[in-house]
């Protein structure tokens, strides 16, 4: 009864409408956090979960009874030297001091939509395991709102043909670890790795919070992008903690694919020259 309850309020949780993000589409959320719960010592595993896992689904990892860790809050915490290099990379500096040169952001942009595009397919792979429940409908709402996003910059940039553009290293790397997770990973980890896509963004926004939010000709890029006070990301971090309380997330394997994202973030931040 509880799990039905549980998944009723996620399932709730994860409606929402979405904006126009670029490279992280915005989910705008009404997220209820629930409190760390508590399972009996019976129900490690995923057996009691009627998340409807195909026969492909790995094992999971996790020993349950891990509620005392606060998984979302420790991976923030142990990638912050990704952040720094976040907000000094070129890409961020050049926008907050409206410097960057237009072609690099250009460059970053068209990039951008292929990397939405990129994540839209390998959240299908990752949606596609599962039959139903709450994980499944959070992974196809991030579907829809990826391709919506690579969509929408394709047709900004005049672009018809998607693979006529050609996406850097870091670029590449970043999308590859999202598709390596979903491929050889419970779907959860999709949402694992995504995390720092939609939390990054408005903590470089907090961070660079000139007076008057004035920045150069990226002023409203800067100010709809980088918007402080979106909170998108915390359904997929209610989500990820869930799952670690219910035994099906490791946490090393869980840092392993959120520190790659956060490291492609800033990565690809900095591949665009000043
Ligand atoms: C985890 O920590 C964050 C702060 O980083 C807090 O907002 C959230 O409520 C915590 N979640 C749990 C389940 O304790
Ligand atoms: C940021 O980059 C500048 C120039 O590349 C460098 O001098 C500075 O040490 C860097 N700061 C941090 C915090 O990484
Ligand atoms: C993705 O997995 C392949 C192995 O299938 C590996 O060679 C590659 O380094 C991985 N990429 C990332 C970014 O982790």
Redesign the pocket.
């Known amino acids: 009864m509880l799990v039905i309850l549980l998944q009723l309020v996620i399932t709730l949780a994860s409606y929402g409408t979405v904006g126009d993000y670029m490279q992280c589409p915005a989910v705008q959320s009404t997220t209820r956090t629930p409190e760390c719960l508590h399972f009996s010592s019976k129900t490690q595993g995923n057996n009691h979960i009627s998340q409807g896992f195909g026969k492909r689904i790995p094992k999971p990892t996790g020993t349950g009874n891990e509620c005392s860790h606060n998984l979302s809050h420790w991976l923030w915490h142990e990638t912050e030297h990704f952040r720094t290099w976040a907000m000094n990379s070129t890409f961020v500096t050049g926008v907050r001091d409206g410097t960057l040169h237009p072609t690099s952001f250009g460059i970053f942009m068209l990039q951008d939509a292929i990397f939405c595009l990129e994540m839209s397919k390998s959240f299908q792979v990752a949606a596609n395991q599962l039959s139903d429940g709450s994980l499944k409908s959070l992974l196809e709402h991030e579907v829809k709102s990826y391709k919506r996003c690579g969509d929408e910059l394709l047709t900004q940039w005049h672009i018809r043909n998607a693979p006529a553009i050609v996406v850097g290293a870091e670029c590449q790397?970043?999308i590859?670890?999202h598709?390596?997770a979903t491929r050889?990973e419970h779907p959860i980890y999709g949402i694992v790795a995504a995390i720092p896509c939609l939390r990054l963004w408005p903590w470089i926004g907090q961070q660079i919070n000139l007076q008057n939010h004035q920045y150069g000709v990226y002023t409203d890029w800067v100010n709809y992008n980088f918007d402080p006070t979106y909170d998108g990301y915390k359904k997929l971090e209610v989500m990820t903690n869930e799952f670690y309380a219910k035994g099906l997330i490791d946490k090393d394997k869980a840092l392993h694919y959120y520190a790659?994202s956060i490291e492609g973030e800033a990565a690809f931040f900095d591949s665009v020259k000043p």
Do not use: P
């Open positions: 790397e970043y590859d670890n598709v390596n050889d790659k």
